[in-house]
């Protein structure tokens, strides 16, 4: 079956505009959580949806929002982007959150 | 505050030797485990797990992780490296809060480089 699919893989944007990355889970698959890796952080839990709905949150800026629809799909946006923003991406989905997650391969933005 | 260590930023070892690759954890209940795997330009993929029960666990590609609870420790294994393991490579813990699960807590990653 078709794995985690993010879109799109690579996103040069400027700072000050924002940003929308998608993410579409395996079929079946409920939940969604979204990480930001950088150097310096390392790995960041961002959010969790399930059916719609947000369940967790990570500790970031207002700036960072995202959404569930309800063929599971899912997108984050990130608005008045800062050069601080410039990271990977990544998608994790699972059937209902039970940490069996499939990670995507990510989406790699580059704010200048 | 709940937290992952890998206190090895970089190792390298030789096709063939053995590897144990270190995490230390910290999480005031009993925790959910997990080493991921991570390529050059790619997402994370899971080598193996831990929930309960037996303390040594199996994971794929000939990787296992003992789970020490006196030592906080989970450590990773692997009785003889071969070339395509170089990657980086991520302990993590699983944060269980308001019904959530979807909370991973990752140590920083040790990278794993191979000699011939």
């Known amino acids: 079956k078709a794995g985690v699919t993010q879109t799109p893989r690579y996103l040069i944007k400027t700072r000050g505009q924002q940003v929308t990355l998608s993410c579409s889970p395996i079929s079946g698959h409920r939940s969604v959580s979204w990480y930001q890796q950088t150097p310096g952080q390392g790995l960041q839990f961002l959010f969790e949806?399930?059916?719609?709905?947000?369940?967790n949150k990570g500790n970031f800026p207002g700036r960072f929002s995202g959404r569930q629809f309800s063929n599971s799909r899912s997108e984050m946006n990130v608005s008045t982007l800062e050069l601080g923003d410039s990271a990977l991406y990544l998608c994790?989905?699972?059937?209902?959150?039970?940490?069996?997650?499939?990670f995507g391969s990510g989406t790699r933005l580059t704010v200048v | 505050a709940q937290s992952v260590t890998q206190p090895d930023i970089h190792i390298t070892v030789s096709e063939g030797a053995s590897l144990e690759l270190r995490c230390n954890y910290s999480y005031g209940a009993t925790p959910y485990l997990f080493w991921y795997v991570q390529s050059p330009g790619q997402g994370l993929q899971l080598l193996l797990k831990?929930?309960?029960?037996?303390?040594l666990v199996q994971g794929i590609k000939g990787f296992e992780a003992e789970f020490k609870r006196s030592q906080s420790s989970f450590n990773l294994r692997k009785p003889s490296v071969h070339w395509s393991d170089a990657a980086e490579y991520f302990c993590?813990?699983?944060?269980?809060?308001?019904?959530?699960?979807?909370?991973?807590?990752f140590g920083k990653g040790t990278k794993l480089s191979v000699k011939p």
């Open positions: 831990y929930f309960s029960g037996d303390t």
């Open positions: 994790a989905s699972s059937l209902s959150g039970d940490y069996g997650y499939t």
């Open positions: 949806y399930f059916s719609e709905t947000q369940r």
């Open positions: 993590a813990v699983g944060v269980r809060e308001r019904g959530s699960q979807g909370n991973l807590i």
